[in-house]
């Protein structure tokens, strides 16, 4: 690992927080455990399941190193493929497997900034770079393929396709003697006018669907690859879009949009509402001045704005399938379609849930039919490999957590297949249709690799191993607790109280805010990775003695589209800080916490409301720590502006509560500049302040080491100015 030259200063602060991060607690107690203790499992994610094998694979981090794992039928005996042991800063997604089984594909690389830069957190000086490599389950070293953004591998596991410079590109998945350069710099597949993209193979491989982009309207094409034409379907002059196969390969469903209407750029949409290129911005005032009846909406002709077709893919000739209420703009957000049998799937939110819907194909009269009702989100999907069922995962009867149920893809009665206080997400059916694979995880148990019978049961636990010192025994278990806000919101907390924690005591307290905002924290380890480790950390502040709250604000998900699309929130008016108010006055109404010692913490939207809480609210939250925070919304100072009112920067003056600032300077998603300027506020005004920037590191990093730094700062923070109470440091500035 490259490592920059520091001065003795700045590698005393590394050093301290890293010893923090992994030496035992000062004080001595059962229930106490290290940072790297709680966080020392691995973690697995993009879970697969090979459609002709019973044969699954995932990624899972492991400290900082990024392998690919697999496990076949009956045994699931878990097998490492990859010999990636560095904590080396290089991300790993996309894993997909061919329908045998027999190769996995994934990518080596973080996504590239708007100026192509690919993220070198390790400030590696060869730099970095994004990659399909390749690998057999049966064992062997992996082997690169091509430099890509993104690819999709074929069902016999041969090819790969990606896009570049708005054409298709193929590459040999085993490239035999050629090198990397002449693979990166192969022409393209075929040629076609437009921007392309989205290609997605047949079911036998012999023909790629695939978007043109053409500005103003977009086709459908399909390319044959053994006999080379370009076929278009149905061409318009509308916006075509996410072509979806039939099983048998002869046929494809898509949707079609309205085309945009005079005035309206490419990009900026124009009308109607709606995802994928739907419009939703008005267009050139001057022109439509000039045209009759004014500004109009993109619609078809009977009001509609969102049709499903189904094309021949060998003659391109293809007919309207379904198309939505007029007038109805919540189910023209589809985004996505699924083939399976003789219905096309896709999910809408025309009430306040998201759902899967169905329709028949051969139905003379197609109806959109609600496959999976419920109070409750539906958030992932699998397939049943033959088409007849879709498995999915919903917080539908237990709101705070996920699990599995199962529909037949043309309608009737859902069953669920888990229950209990387990956690279930991402099914992935296993090809013999018996077993169903799913990501597991609990209030005590962290998010594992686990198998179900395809009928229902208990997941069992397959991966991976729990390491010696992690301590199982030594968490809590939240429970719900619903707080009102000031406005008479109603909104969900999980509340973690320490073990020891004796009748009569004032404990400090923290409050965590996630970031999204579209995110729901759970009664257990969450799914998505930061939100893992934050729980974890969670349960590790209150082995520390902390009473702990993780905060569920308004427009997060999980909650309904009214919770998440409320209104005023964000730039809008900072209404969701209201929820953050109060539920810290609800920790300072606790018999158990000392109202002068409440800490709040949180990374990206949770980094805004930190920052929220320390401006306008030093009175009741005493220190905090912002990971990458937006501190003005927009551009506007205008001090009248609602946007420059909703920001953090709007209060400094009534900023006192000291802070620790963490970000990283190759900030994807948060401009780095939000943390320089706020820092400059922060020392016009006196506020007591921290500092730790990770150079070349993005949004939430992708170090290992960077997160023992992160973790062990803020522990030794929150100790420092609520606990001992003694301010902070004369060193400001710290990162590796």
């Known amino acids: 690992m490259n490592t920059k ?18 030496a035992p607690p000062a004080l001595a107690s ?16 993009e879970l697969v399941a090979a459609k002709g094998a019973d044969r699954i694979a995932w990624i899972e981090y492991e400290r900082g190193m990024r392998n690919v794992y697999t496990a076949v039928a009956p045994d699931f005996t878990p097998a490492r493929l990859t010999e990636y042991m560095d904590d080396d800063g290089v991300d790993l997604t996309t894993i997909q497997i061919s329908a ?20 070198n957190p390790a400030s590696d000086p060869r730099g970095g770079e994004r990659v399909i490599w390749a690998v057999n389950t049966s064992g062997g070293r992996a082997w690169r393929v091509v430099a890509a953004r993104d690819f999709a591998l074929s069902p016999d596991g041969r090819w790969v396709l990606h896009v570049k410079d708005g054409q298709i590109h193929r590459a040999p998945v085993n490239p035999g003697t050629l090198d990397a350069r002449q693979l990166d710099e192969a022409p393209p597949l075929f040629l076609a006018y437009g921007t392309n993209s989205d290609p997605v193979w047949s079911p036998d491989g012999r023909k790629i669907a695939f978007v043109s982009d053409r500005g103003d309207h977009s086709f459908i094409g399909v390319y044959d690859v053994q006999n080379p034409r370009v076929l278009y379907l149905a061409p318009g002059v509308d916006r075509d879009e996410a072509p979806a196969w ?9 949707i079609r949009r309205p085309g945009l209407p005079f005035g309206v750029e490419p990009g900026q949409g124009g009308g109607g509402g709606g995802g994928g290129g739907a419009p939703g911005r008005e267009p050139d005032s001057a022109l439509i001045a000039r045209l009759p009846g004014g500004f109009y909406e993109a619609k078809f002709q009977g009001g509609y704005d969102l049709a499903l077709w189904v094309a021949d893919a060998e003659t391109g000739a293809g007919r309207e399938l379904w198309h939505n209420p007029p007038g109805d703009s919540l189910f023209s957000e589809v ?7 003789d219905h096309i799937l896709f999910q809408a939110e025309p009430n306040n849930w998201r759902h899967y819907f169905s329709v028949s194909v051969s139905s003379p009269k197609a109806e959109a039919v609600l496959l999976t009702p419920g109070e409750g989100e539906v958030e992932h999907v699998a397939l049943a490999p033959d088409g007849r069922y879709l498995y999915y995962t919903t917080n539908s009867g237990d709101i705070d957590r996920r699990h599995l149920w199962r529909v037949s893809v043309g309608g009737g009665r859902a069953s669920q297949l888990t229950r209990g206080e387990g956690i279930e997400t991402y099914p992935a059916v296993l090809g013999s249709g018996e077993t169903v694979a799913v990501l597991s995880a609990g209030a005590k148990q962290p998010q594992s690799v686990a198998v179900v019978e395809a009928n229902g049961g208990r997941p069992r636990v397959i991966a991976p191993r729990m390491p010696n010192g992690f301590p199982s025994d030594n968490q809590v278990i939240p429970q719900n607790v619903t707080i009102t806000a000031e406005d008479g919101l109603e909104f969900p907390n999980q509340l973690f109280l320490p073990a020891d924690l004796r009748p009569g005591e004032k404990r400090p307290a923290l409050i965590f805010i996630h970031g999204g905002s579209r995110r729901q924290m759970l009664l257990g380890y969450h799914y998505m990775h930061f939100y893992h480790m934050a729980y974890a950390m969670n349960q590790y502040f209150a082995s520390q003695g902390y009473i702990v709250l993780s905060v569920n604000y308004r427009s997060g998900i999980g909650y309904g589209r009214e919770f998440r699309n409320a209104p005023e929130v964000g730039r809008r008016g900072n209404a969701e800080y209201r929820d953050v108010l109060a539920a810290g006055k609800y920790l300072q109404s606790r018999p158990d916490v000392d109202p002068a010692r409440v800490g709040v913490w949180g990374l990206s ?3 805004i409301l930190t920052a929220q809480a320390l401006a306008r609210n030093s009175d009741i939250f005493a220190a905090g720590v912002d990971m990458a925070g937006v501190h003005l919304w927009g551009d506007s100072l205008e001090p009248d502006a609602v946007s420059f009112r909703a920001s953090s920067a709007s209060e400094i003056q009534n ?12 900030d994807r998603n948060v401009a780095f500049s939000q943390t320089v300027g706020l820092v400059q506020l922060l020392r016009a005004h006196n506020v007591p302040h921290e500092l730790i920037v990770f150079p070349d590191d993005v949004h ?4 290992y080491s960077r997160w023992l730094v992160a973790f062990g700062a803020t522990d030794e923070f929150f100790d420092r100015t609520l606990i001992r109470k003694e301010g902070v440091r004369a060193v400001s500035s710290g990162g590796r």
């Open 5 to 22: 030259t520091r001065t003795p200063v700045l590698a005393l602060v590394l050093v301290t927080a890293l010893q923090l991060a992994s």
């Open 30 to 45: 059962p229930q106490r455990f290290t940072i790297d203790q709680i966080l020392s499992p691995g973690y697995p994610t």
């Open 100 to 119: 045998d089984g027999s190769v996995v594909a994934f990518i080596r690389g973080h996504t590239p900034n708007r100026e192509g830069w690919i993220a």
């Open 246 to 254: 039939s099983p048998d390969g002869q046929r494809i469903a898509f």
């Open 335 to 341: 985004q996505q379609l699924h083939w399976a049998g």
């Open 605 to 607: 939207y949770g980094g």
């Open 655 to 666: 900023w006192k509560s000291p802070v620790l600032l963490i970000h990283g300077d190759d």
């Open 700 to 703: 939430d990093s992708l170090l």
